[in-house]
C-alpha cells in the first residue's frame, strides 16, 4: 500500500473536508459519551440547545467565540508563513495584563475613544513581543520556536501571577489574585444589551476579513504566503525572508495579545490566571480545521465555542464532564489533520 | 579467457516512450576493470540500476555465475555478493565510520553488538585493498574521499564479489582519484570484478581495462583500453552530431557582464575558483560540464542569491559588489533556475502569481503595498498566451502544470521583459521535445534581439545547437572560450574532462 | 551566601532532587527514544497527563502499584502508535500531529478521570510508593538519607537511563535506531525497516513519557488533578536537546534540572521580597536557555522531522 498526490482536488473536497472531519470527530465523541452510558444524539441535541437555545446561550456562544476567532487568526497567519507560534496562550495573557496595566495605571481616566483603541494597541504589542522572541531565537540560534514558545506560556503566565499578586493587585479583591480594573469608559460597549456579547466580536469579525483582505491582496501576503510554501522559491524571488517571517510575527503575535486585550475589555475588566480556558491552544485547532483561512476561522471558532459552551449543560443534565467538549475539539484537530492528508493523496496499492 | 561472472544479456528497459536502454548486452570477467562510458542520459545509471535490482527490465535477462538473477530484487543482487557505490552516498554523517558499515548486518534483537570483531574484519578489509580510514572517525568529519572508500567498505564487508561505482570521480579531488584507481586496481588484482560508470576519458583511459561506449541507449562501441585512444572514445562517446543549425549571422555588442577571477567559498568548501569570463550583448556563451562541477554556484552567484568572496563583477562596465536578487531583476537580468520546481516556481501558487513574484514591488503590479490583481494577471495572461503555456491560465495552480509549460512560464516571465542579460541554467532539462524546441526557439529569439544569454548546460548537443562561444566548467573552474563554429565534438570532449588545464599548467 | 550553603548541604535538597528528576528522567528517555529514530514526539506533554491518570486510576480500582506503572506505560503507548499512524505512515507534520496527540491525551484524561472520579471536596487518594532502604546503600554517610528517601520508581529510572544508553549504544537494534534517525534510505539499503524502527520506538517512548507522567501521582503525590503536568513534558523535549541526544546526558540534564528546581524551592521559603513566581520562572528560562546554547553544538539527528516514503529521496 502506498500514498499518491492527487492531481486535481476537486473544490467539493476541499470544502467538505472540514465537515467531515468535524462529523468524525462527532461520531468518536459519541462512541465515549455512549460508554458513559448516556444517550448520544440527546447529549447532542442538548448541546445545540445549550449553545444557542436562548437568546442568551446565543450571545454567549458568540462572547465566547470572540477570542477564540482572534487567537484561531492569530495562529492561522503564522502557521500560513511555516512560523509555528504555539505561543497563543502566553500571548493571550501578555496581552490581558498589558492591557489591564495600562488601562488602571495610565489611563485610567482618559475618554473611552482615546483609551479603548490606545488599549487593544498596548495588548497587541505586548503579544508581538512575545513573539519575537522565539522567533529571533529561531533566526539567530536555529531554535525550533515550537518550544521556545511553548515554554514562554509558562513564564508569560507566572507573569501574569506575578503582577496581579504585586503591583497590579487589586486591594479590594478579597485577597483574590486579580489585577485593578480599568477604567468602566474604557471597556468595550455591549453589542446586545442585557448580555455579556461585546463589540470586541464585531472587532474580531471584521479582523477575519481584513486578515483575509491582507492574505490576498497585499504584497506583504503574498510575501508572506510564498515564504512559508517555499523558502527557497521565495528566496529566489528576492523576497526578505527573515523580515518578512518578523512582521508575520508581529502579526500574529498581535493577534493573540488583542485577544487577551479584548477579553479584558469586553467581558472582565480585569485579569486572572484562569481569564484563558486554553484559548490560545484552542486557537491552534481553530486555525488548522479552518484550512488556515481567515474566514474559515470564524466558522471553526463558531463551532469550538458551540462545543464549549453548549457542554455546559448537557453536562449537568446527563452527568457527562464537560471535558467532552476539549475531547471532541482536540479529535476534530486530529481527524482534520486526517481528512486534508487523504484530501490531497489517494490510495494505491 | 578467464572465467565470466556476470553476463547481462539483451537488456531493454523504457520509460513511456522513451527508450533508456535499447537491447544491452556485456559481460565482466573475474579480476577485470570495465568502464561504462557515456554522456548524461546514454542510459548508463538506468542499466546499472536494474542490475542492482532497482529496476525491472522490460526485456534481456543478467545472469551472475551462470544462474540467473532474479530481477527487481536489491537483496538478491547483495546476497550474490553485487555492490554498489552511487554517486550519492548513502551514509550517515553523525555516526561513526565502522557504525555506517556494520548497520544491518547483525541479528537485530542480539543483546550484544560484536563491535570488537566487526573493527578487526574492516581494519582487514582495509589492509588489505589498501583503503585507509579510521574506524572510529565520525563520518562527517572525513573527506569526500574517504567517505567513499566507507561506501566501498560497506559493499566488502557484505562480501561482493562485483562492484560497480556509480561516477567514482564526480565528487573527487584529483589526488584522491588517482588513490581510488590504485584500490581499484588491487581490488580486481585479488579477483574482484569492477564496473565503473563514467564520462572522463581520461580516467577511463588509466583506469579500465575494457571500455564499453553507451550511446542512446545502445552499446555503440566496446574497446581494450590498451587498443583505443582518448581520441577514437571521445568520438564514440559523443557521435556524429546532427548539422549546427544555421543561424543568421550576429555582430556581438559591448560586453555586458564580466566576471573576472570570481571565487565562492561555502562552509569552507571552494565552489567557484577564480572563474573569469565576459559576456558580450547579442551572444549566447555556452557553458558546458559534468554535473556537480560548479555549474549551481555560478547560476547562483549570478542570478543573485549567492555572495561572492572575491574578485570583481563588472555589470555594463562597471564594478558592482555582490548582486541581490532585487538588484538583477532591476537592472534586467532575466534569470533561469537550474531547478524550476525548487526554485523557479512555488508549486501551489497560482501561475499569476509566480509570474509577478520577483518584480512586486514594482509600481505596475503593486501600489501602497496593494498588489494589482488585474494588472498581474494581465500580466501572466500575456505570458500564457506569447509563450505558448499550456494546460491552465493564470489562475490555474502553478503545480499542475507540466514540466515543459511551468518552464515557458519561468522563460516567459524573463523574456516578456526584453532582458539584456539571461542566466539561463539547464534551461531544456527534463524536458520533451517539443517543450525543449520551443525554449531553444526562444533563446535564439532574445539572442537575436540583442540578450546576452549565458548558457550554462550539461547537454552538450544543446550548447552546441545554441552557444557562440563556450567554455567549460570543471572543478569549480572555467577553461578559456573557445568559438563554438572552431570546436568539433571531440575537442569539447575533451574539454569537459578538463584537457585545458594541463595545457595551462 | 551562608543561606545557600545550607540549602545545598542538606540531604533534604539533594533527596528532592532525584524526586523531582525522576519523571523527567523518564520523559526525557522516552523523547530521546523517538527523536533518535527520527520522530518528534511533542504529545509528551498529553501523554505523560494521561499516564499519571491511567496510572492512578488503576491503583485507585485496586491494582497494586507497579500494575499501575504498567497499565500507564500501556496506554502511553496506545498514544504512541497514534502519533506514528499520524506520522510515519501518513507522513504528516509531527509538530501539528504532536500537538494534537497532547490536545487529545490531556483532555480525554480529565475526561475519564471526571467520568469515574465525580467531582467532590477533597479529591480521592491512593496510597503511594513508599521509599524503600537498600541494604548498604542506606548506611553511608550523607548518601543514605537521600537514597532512603527515594521510591523504586526512581531507581527505575536510573537503571533505565543506564539501560537506554547501553542498547541505543552497544546494541544492533541501537544502531538500527540511529541509522533510521540519521538516514532513512541508507537504513533500508542495508535491510533496516525504517517504518517498523519508528513505529516501535515511538511506542516505546511514549509509553516511558507515560510512566514519567505516573509517577507524579503513584509516588511524587497520592492523587490526580488536571493540568498537574505542568509543561514537564516540554521541559523533557528541551532538555534532549540538551543531552545532545545521549541517554547518559539525558540523566545528567534531568538532575541538573531537578537541583536547580529543588534549589529554588528551598530559596523562596529562605528568601523574602522577591515573588516565588521569578523562582517558579526558573525551569522554563533555563529550559529555553540550554536550548539555545545547545541547538547549534548539539548534533541533530539528520532526518528529524523528516517522513519517510520509500522511493523518495
Not at chain 1, 476541499?14 to 444517550?39: D, E, K
Not at chain 1, 495605571?105 to 490606545?118: F, H, R, T
Not at chain 1, 508575520?248 to 475589555?265: D, M, N, R
Not at chain 1, 448537557?314 to 464532564?321: G, N
Request: charged share 15%; glycine share 10%; hydrophobic share 50%.
Amino acid at each position: 500500500m502506498r500514498f499518491e498526490r492527487r492531481e486535481h482536488r476537486p473544490l467539493a473536497l476541499i470544502i467538505l473536508t472540514p465537515p467531515l472531519a468535524i462529523a468524525a470527530a462527532l461520531v468518536l465523541s459519541g462512541l465515549l459519551i455512549a460508554t458513559a452510558g448516556a444517550p448520544v444524539m440527546e447529549a447532542y441535541w442538548r448541546i445545540l440547545v445549550g449553545a444557542f437555545g436562548s437568546r442568551l446561550s446565543a450571545t454567549e456562544t458568540l462572547t465566547r467565540a470572540t477570542p477564540l476567532m482572534l487567537t484561531g487568526l492569530a495562529a492561522a497567519v503564522a502557521f500560513r508563513a511555516r512560523v509555528w507560534n504555539i505561543g497563543g496562550e502566553g500571548q493571550f495573557y501578555l496581552g490581558a495584563i498589558a492591557t489591564a496595566a495600562v488601562g488602571s495605571q495610565l489611563l485610567a481616566g482618559a475618554p473611552g475613544y482615546l483609551s479603548i483603541p490606545l488599549l487593544l494597541l498596548s495588548g497587541a504589542v505586548a503579544g508581538m513581543i512575545l513573539l519575537i522572541m522565539p522567533l529571533w531565537l529561531r533566526l539567530r540560534f536555529s531554535v525550533d520556536e515550537v518550544v521556545t514558545s511553548l515554554l514562554l506560556n509558562f513564564v508569560a503566565v507566572l507573569v501574569v501571577s506575578m503582577l496581579i499578586d504585586g503591583p497590579l493587585k487589586d486591594p479590594l479583591a478579597f485577597g483574590w489574585p486579580q489585577s485593578q480594573s480599568v477604567a468602566d469608559a474604557a471597556m468595550l460597549p455591549k453589542l446586545v444589551a442585557r448580555s455579556r456579547l461585546h463589540w470586541g466580536f464585531a472587532i474580531a469579525l471584521v479582523l477575519a476579513f481584513v486578515v483575509h483582505f491582507v492574505q490576498s491582496r497585499t504584497v506583504f501576503g503574498l510575501k508572506s504566503r510564498a515564504a512559508g510554501l517555499s523558502p527557497e522559491g521565495a528566496v529566489f524571488a528576492g523576497v526578505p525572508l527573515a523580515r518578512t517571517l518578523f512582521l508575520v510575527a508581529c502579526l500574529s503575535g498581535g493577534l493573540a495579545g488583542l485577544a487577551g486585550a479584548v477579553e479584558v475589555l469586553g467581558v472582565k475588566g480585569y485579569v486572572t490566571t484562569d481569564l484563558s480556558p486554553g484559548f490560545g491552544y484552542s486557537g491552534i485547532v481553530v486555525a488548522m480545521l479552518a484550512g488556515l483561512h481567515p474566514l474559515g476561522v470564524v466558522l471553526a471558532a463558531l463551532f469550538t465555542a458551540t462545543m464549549f459552551v453548549g457542554a455546559d449543560g448537557m453536562s449537568r443534565a446527563l452527568k457527562i464532564p464537560t471535558y467532552i467538549a476539549d475531547v471532541t475539539v482536540a479529535l476534530s484537530l486530529i481527524t482534520m489533520l486526517v481528512a486534508v492528508f487523504f484530501a490531497q493523496y489517494r490510495i494505491r496499492r | 579467457m578467464t572465467e565470466t561472472v556476470l553476463e547481462i544479456d539483451g537488456v531493454s528497459k523504457s520509460f513511456g516512450d522513451n527508450k533508456a536502454n535499447d537491447a544491452i548486452s556485456m559481460t565482466l570477467a573475474r579480476g577485470e576493470i570495465v568502464a561504462l562510458l557515456g554522456e548524461n542520459g546514454a542510459g548508463k545509471t538506468t542499466l546499472m540500476s536494474i542490475l542492482f535490482g532497482h529496476y525491472m527490465p522490460d526485456e534481456g535477462c543478467i545472469r551472475f555465475s551462470g544462474a540467473d538473477l532474479p530481477p527487481g530484487r536489491p537483496r538478491a543482487a547483495i546476497h550474490a555478493g553485487i555492490g554498489m557505490v552511487h554517486q550519492h552516498f548513502s551514509l550517515a554523517p553523525n555516526l561513526t565510520v565502522l557504525e555506517n558499515v556494520m548497520t544491518g548486518t547483525e541479528k537485530l534483537w542480539s543483546l550484544r553488538s560484536e563491535a570488537g570483531r566487526a573493527r578487526a574484519k574492516l581494519k582487514a578489509l582495509a589492509e588489505r585493498f589498501g583503503l585507509a580510514v579510521d574506524p572510529d572517525a565520525r563520518l562527517g568529519d572525513l573527506s569526500v574521499g574517504e567517505q567513499q572508500r566507507v561506501e566501498i567498505l560497506k559493499a566488502l564487508y557484505n562480501d561482493a564479489r562485483i562492484l560497480i561505482l556509480d561516477e567514482p570521480t564526480a565528487v573527487l579531488t584529483n589526488l584522491e582519484a588517482e588513490t581510488l584507481f590504485g584500490t581499484l586496481k588491487e581490488m580486481a588484482r585479488q579477483g574482484l570484478s569492477l564496473i565503473f560508470i563514467s564520462h572522463k576519458l581520461d580516467e577511463v583511459m588509466a583506469a579500465a581495462d575494457r571500455v564499453v561506449v553507451l550511446r542512446g541507449g545502445k552499446v555503440v562501441a566496446e574497446r581494450r583500453a590498451a587498443e583505443t585512444s582518448k581520441a577514437e572514445l571521445a568520438e564514440l562517446m559523443v557521435g556524429h552530431r546532427v548539422a549546427r543549425p544555421i543561424r543568421e549571422a550576429h555582430e556581438r555588442g559591448e560586453p555586458v557582464l564580466e566576471a573576472a577571477a570570481v571565487s565562492v567559498r561555502i562552509d569552507g568548501v571552494d565552489r567557484l575558483k577564480e572563474v573569469s569570463f565576459r559576456l558580450h550583448a547579442g551572444e549566447i556563451l555556452g557553458i558546458i560540464g559534468v554535473s556537480g562541477n560548479g555549474q549551481a554556484a555560478l547560476a547562483s552567484l549570478l542570478s543573485g542569491t549567492l555572495a561572492r568572496s572575491s574578485g570583481d563583477i563588472l555589470l555594463y562596465g562597471e564594478a558592482i559588489g555582490n548582486l541581490s536578487v532585487a538588484d538583477t531583476v532591476a537592472s534586467g537580468i532575466g534569470r533561469i533556475p537550474e531547478d524550476r520546481t525548487r526554485e523557479g516556481a512555488i508549486g501551489e501558487m497560482a501561475v499569476w502569481e509566480n509570474a509577478v513574484l520577483e518584480r512586486i514591488d514594482e509600481p505596475r503590479f503593486s501600489r501602497r503595498g496593494l498588489v494589482d490583481r488585474a494588472a498581474a494577471i494581465a500580466f501572466a495572461e500575456t505570458i500564457v498566451r506569447d509563450f505558448d503555456v499550456r494546460g491552465g491560465g493564470a489562475r490555474t495552480r502553478t503545480r499542475l502544470l507540466s514540466g515543459g509549460n511551468m518552464q515557458k512560464l519561468i522563460l516567459g516571465r524573463n523574456l516578456a521583459e526584453r532582458p539584456r542579460i539571461l542566466i539561463a541554467a539547464q534551461p531544456a532539462r527534463g524536458l520533451d521535445e517539443g517543450a525543449v524546441a520551443a525554449v531553444h526557439a526562444r533563446i535564439l529569439e532574445a539572442r537575436k534581439a540583442g540578450t546576452a544569454v549565458l548558457l550554462i548546460s550539461e547537454d552538450l548537443d544543446e550548447v552546441i545547437g545554441l552557444a557562440d562561444r563556450i567554455q567549460a566548467i570543471v572543478g569549480g573552474r572555467l577553461s578559456p572560450p573557445v568559438s563554438a563554429d572552431e570546436v568539433d565534438a571531440r575537442a569539447l570532449g575533451l574539454m569537459m574532462a578538463g584537457a585545458w588545464k594541463k595545457e595551462a599548467a | 551566601m551562608s543561606i545557600v550553603l545550607d540549602i545545598i548541604a542538606s540531604a533534604g535538597l539533594w533527596a528532592a532532587v532525584l524526586r523531582i528528576a525522576t519523571p523527567l528522567i523518564f520523559g526525557t528517555l522516552g523523547a530521546l527514544l523517538c527523536e533518535r529514530a527520527g520522530v518528534l514526539n511533542l504529545g509528551i506533554e498529553g501523554i505523560m497527563t494521561f499516564g499519571a491518570m491511567a496510572g492512578w486510576l488503576a491503583v485507585y480500582h485496586g491494582a497494586d502499584l507497579w500494575t499501575g506503572l504498567l497499565v500507564a506505560a500501556l496506554a502511553g503507548g496506545v498514544f504512541g502508535l497514534l502519533h506514528a499512524a499520524l506520522t510515519v505512515t501518513l507522513g504528516l507534520s509531527q509538530h501539528v500531529s504532536g500537538l494534537g496527540v497532547t490536545l487529545f491525551a490531556s483532555s480525554f484524561s480529565y475526561y475519564l478521570f471526571r467520568l469515574i472520579v465525580p467531582l467532590s471536596g477533597s479529591p480521592p487518594t491512593i496510597e503511594p510508593f513508599a521509599p524503600v532502604t537498600v541494604p548498604g546503600l542506606a548506611d553511608l554517610p550523607f548518601v543514605g538519607p537521600i537514597l532512603s528517601a527515594q521510591t523504586p520508581p526512581t531507581y527505575l529510572a536510573l537503571l533505565l537511563a543506564l539501560l537506554l544508553a547501553y542498547v541505543v549504544f552497544r546494541t544492533p537494534l541501537g544502531l538500527a535506531i540511529r541509522m533510521t534517525g540519521e538516514n532513512p534510505h541508507a537504513a533500508e539499503a542495508q535491510g533496516v525497516n525504517p517504518m517498523a524502527v519508528r513505529y516501535g520506538a515511538v511506542i516505546v517512548g511514549s509509553a516511558l513519557m507515560a510512566v514519567g507522567g505516573a509517577f507524579l501521582t503513584l509516588s511524587a503525590f497520592n492523587s490526580f488533578f488536571p493540568t498537574m503536568v505542568q509543561g514537564r513534558g516540554w521541559i523533557c523535549i528541551a532538555l534532549v536537546v540538551f543531552a545532545s541526544w545521549r541517554p547518559g546526558r539525558a540523566l545528567f540534564g534531568a538532575l541538573l534540572f531537578a537541583f536547580f528546581d529543588a534549589f529554588q524551592l528551598r530559596l523562596q521559603t529562605a528568601v523574602d521580597g522577591v515573588p516565588y513566581q521569578v523562582f517558579l520562572m526558573t525551569p522554563y528560562i533555563l529550559s529555553i536557555v540550554a536550548l539555545c546554547v545547545m541547538a547549534r553544538r548539539a548534533r541533530v539527528p539528520q532526518a528529524l522531522m523528516q517522513p519517510y516514503r520509500r522511493g523518495e529521496r
